[in-house]
């Protein structure tokens, strides 16, 4: 049920925020001392920055011994210095690089050869306030009780639904109008599946933490492949070329559909912070829909650059659509052939066509 993670992820976020500046030495054990560093920056604690703002570090030179300096940001040399004498000045956008948490290291290598690293971490925030959005209910239809909804998706006017729970997950064709379950393919009982999608007359399911997906013909839903990877598998739409990915955190990853190796990554923020526990996916109009678990809210997110450009609040069905024996809102489905808009949740008595509205 995923509510184990809860205190974990609390740990994780508090975490993210504790300044803790790392020096070290690649020739000797134990940490080097920051006053003893032949270069360091004059910060002491970790950098956040919006995306469109212009970062300027100052460095403090404390030893004539340097024979090179070197600033690299998130794995790059942006600067380079030889034989610094003086304190030195430095900016830069770290948004270039999008939102997210990046490393930027000062590397000293003096002229006896010894090395010596100033690292900081450096948070990019978004520059957007995204927008308030709210829906407007249109229709309401059954749907199953006994279906812990983990993704949801519309192809060629057909409705697709994978269900969770170990020894209850499904893949299902449904009905919209009446809720009925028209096909349906069911998981061994030691796997708890997670999102779906439809790629290429395939049906593509995560599962949560048993790191393996499966392929499903679209049509016998009979399984024609499963492909490993490393992690945990939450929500799972695509974009036409290629699988895209949540796992609980804020961070969102592009895959190959064929061999499933990761394209890119995204991290997912807003103008405060990280987006975690993404969860269900959607992509349309070249914009990603992301359930955020445990809420009842949905963010809109530009795959680009991981940017939050509007939250939905969903609050006004979710009393109705749980009923006695629901659980959290989770299920985003957009029918092209209609262009309408379709929410549920786990567990939930009802399916919602909505309208999204700015509040």
Known sequence: MKKYLIFGLLILALAAFVIVPFFKNKNVVSEQAAD??????????????????????????????????????????IATWKQPKAALSYSFKAGELGVGTRSLVLHSLLKDGSTFDDERMVRVLSEIIPEKWTIEKIAAFPHNTTSFTQGLEFNKGELFEGTGQRGQSIIAKVNLKSGAIEQKMGLDGTYFGEGITVFKEKIYQLTWQEQKCFVYNK????????????????????????????????????????????????????????????NELEYVDDLIYANVWMTNFIVVIDPNNGKVLAQVDATSIV??????TGDVLNGIAYNPATSKWYLTGKNWAKLFEVKFKKA
């Open 319 to 324: 009393s109705e659509g749980k009923g006695t």
């Open 219 to 278: 049509k016998t839903f009979q399984v024609e492949k499963d492909i490993p990877y490393n992690g945990e598998g939450w929500g799972l739409c695509n974009n036409g070329t290629s699988l895209i990915m949540s796992n609980g955190t804020e961070r969102i990853v592009f895959r190959n559909p064929t061999t499933f190796e990761i394209e890119r990554t995204i991290e997912v923020y807003n103008n405060e912070g990280p987006i975690a526990n993404l």
């Open 36 to 77: 003893d560093l032949p270069a360091m920056f004059s910060f002491k604690e970790n950098l956040a920055t919006k995306g469109d703002e212009v970062v300027a570090l100052k460095i403090a030179v404390n030893s004539s011994e340097i024979k090179q300096l070197e600033l690299i940001y998130n794995d790059s040399v």
